[in-house]
Nanobody, 124 residues
């Protein structure tokens, strides 16, 4: 089993920044990549981006490309989501997830483990 714990959410004004963290524990060696998703009220959970543990390769959704950056600290088994130039439409619950097989799976059901989520609210 793998446990994921997100932190760092909060309230920020449009144009501001936040950094989310996702700490992984347990059998993390069994996971190939990590993904970040978000879910706004009444909407489907959507892919934000992902990173490979081994190479650090990243992939992003078009909606966040150039504003969000994903990084990882292998020693701490922690993944980060740096969010800059935040917009009100970025408001959502943000989740990290672990995929045992590959980087960049776009659908939430393709992931094996999930964190509990952290709320990000961007005000005007």
């Amino acid at each position: 089993q793998v446990q994921l714990v997100e932190s760092g959410g909060g309230l920020v004004q449009a144009g501001g920044s936040l950094r989310l963290s996702c700490a992984a524990s347990g059998r993390t060696f069994s996971t190939y990549a990590m993904g970040w998703f978000r879910q706004a009220p009444g909407k489907e959970r959507e892919f934000v981006g992902g990173i490979s543990w081994s190479s650090g390769s990243t992939i992003y959704a078009d909606s966040v490309e150039g504003r969000f950056t994903i990084s990882r600290d292998n020693a701490k088994r922690t993944v980060y989501l740096q969010m800059n130039s935040l917009k009100p439409e970025d408001t959502a619950v943000y989740y990290c997830a672990a995929d045992r097989k590959r980087l960049g799976a776009l659908k939430w059901w393709e992931y094996d483990y999930w964190g509990q989520g952290t709320q990000v609210t961007v005000s005007l």
